[in-house]
């Protein structure tokens, strides 16, 4: 990760650069004795040695520009090396776009990179970008708002939700509105110190400006009971099944202690960290905020204390819509994950759910991150069924005469009486298993099984590590 990260705190500077000239001019957000054009000037040595300077300073800056370089090394100690970078690869390139995906497109081509360097991948942090655009599409965030991502990765959906309000709105609004939106408007937490710094950059050449800093690094956002509500949280919980504290120590490394939270804002206590997730994202709610949060499939049908915060959340909150998602569009092979959305509501004796409405995009669907990627318009029909506008005039695209719709409702009454309040549902015929001329190409069906034995052995590791 080391050299990956050199390469984004220069691509930075020359981002931020770019920002001061045609035809953006804007204010410099970098000293300009820091910049990147007192980089171009120098050779050697004194090229290594100005670098140095840049990032020791740099990290005693105030704010967002403090936490990009907090703890920054130098870590490439060959000048002949990094003169290179700066004026072969980096400098000629024009960076900033006014397509603002430019910059998105950027950092998940190094986040990929490190993905395939790391033995564990990087997976677990980050969303597809065209899943995040869709659950933004829907969610419609305002300028009103105050967007939460308790693990946030690199920032996909602050970003996405900061981009929708400022294109749909930007003309209409008054600079209250626009100050909320620099400086307030996001907020968010990531435990590994090197993801927070890219999504620290990330928000700040999008224009959002806060000081503190508006993204919490090396914390672990499940230890404590929050102390700020928001009015939308949107999330991708990282993946793998149990749960630990974890502590980031004085050399920015994860530390971890093998025993379960112990909250008194939790229904229950458990170590799976997604139930723990959705746990403290009901925590995170104001009343009448709204939640889309990516789960993986066994917090949909796991008993113990699976079936409690499902029973828990039905009751108190309206889960409204769960959206099925198709394997093979994560980097982290085996996941089997869905989208469930819920409102938060005011105490009140009888279940606030009434309807959950579920849309299958896995069965007879199959994707692979290179080959087949997701993309936007594979939920165009999702976007539309959802009806975000008036989402209490659905219409299912189930029914007897279309057994092959993938838009169905369900009554609370149905679901609070099945075996462990098991959310698991389906009920699209798998084509692959009536004829054999529907099997996917034999590399899917390969990485199909593949995943399946893994997310088995994971399974199986979890209830071994429960009977020690």
Avoid at 256 to 279: G, I
Wanted: net charge negative; aromatic share 8%; hydrophobic share 35%.
């Amino acid at each position: 990760m080391g050299y990956t990260e050199q390469i984004t705190f220069l691509l930075f500077l020359k981002m931020a650069h770019e920002q001061t000239r045609p035809p953006y001019n804007q204010k410099p957000i970098v000293p300009p004795e820091l910049g990147w054009s007192s980089l171009l000037t120098k050779d050697g040595e004194a090229l290594e040695t100005h670098y140095r300077h840049i990032l020791e300073e740099l990290s005693k800056q105030s704010g967002m520009l403090g936490e990009i370089f907090k703890k920054a090394r130098p870590d490439i100690q060959n000048p002949a090396t990094l003169k290179r970078l700066i004026v072969d690869l980096i400098d000629p390139e024009r960076w900033i776009s006014l397509d603002a995906d430019i910059k998105g497109d950027i950092y998940e081509g190094l986040l990929s990179k490190s993905a395939e360097e790391s033995p564990k991948g990087a997976g677990q942090y980050f969303t597809p970008r065209e899943l995040i655009k869709a659950i933004v599409d829907v969610m419609q965030p305002t300028p009103e708002d105050t967007v939460c991502d308790p693990a946030c990765g690199t920032g996909g959906f602050l970003l996405a939700a900061h981009s929708y309000v400022r294109d749909r709105y930007g003309s209409e609004l008054d600079p209250d509105q626009k100050k909320h939106l620099r400086q307030k408007f996001v907020r968010g937490w990531e435990l590994v110190p090197a993801t927070a710094r890219l999504c620290i950059m990330n928000i700040f050449l999008h224009g959002m400006s806060a000081n503190p800093c508006p993204i919490t690094s090396g914390d672990d956002s499940l230890a404590n009971q929050p102390t700020e509500k928001f009015s939308m949280v949107l999330t991708n919980p990282p993946f793998g099944k149990k749960s630990s504290i974890a502590i980031v120590n004085e050399e920015g490394e994860l530390e971890k202690d093998e025993s379960a939270y112990e909250r008194q804002d939790f229904w229950t206590t458990t170590k799976n960290k997604q139930l723990n997730f959705l746990q403290h994202v009901r925590s995170l709610l104001k009343v009448n905020g709204r939640c889309a949060i990516v789960i993986p499939d066994n917090v949909l049908f796991e008993g113990g204390a699976g079936e409690t915060v499902r029973t828990k959340i039905l009751t108190q909150f309206d889960v409204h819509t769960l959206l099925r998602l198709p394997t093979g569009i994560f980097y982290a092979q085996g996941v089997k994950a869905n989208v469930l959305f819920f409102d938060a509501k005011p105490a009140r004796e009888t279940a606030w759910t009434e309807k959950v409405w579920v849309y299958d995009l896995r069965t007879n669907m199959h994707f692979t991150p290179r080959t087949n990627p997701l993309k936007r318009s594979h939920l165009d029909e999702f976007v539309a069924c959802y009806n975000p506008s008036d989402r209490h005039s659905r219409q299912a695209t189930w029914s007897e005469t279309n057994p092959d719709g993938r838009w169905r409702c369900f009554d609370y009454a149905d679901i609070i009486k099945r075996d462990k309040v098991n959310l698991d549902i389906f009920w699209l015929k798998d084509k692959s298993l009536e004829d054999a001329d529907d099997l996917p190409a034999p590399d899917i069906l390969a990485q199909e099984i593949a995943d399946d034995l893994l997310t088995a052995l994971e399974q199986f590791a979890a209830i071994a590590g429960e009977l020690k």
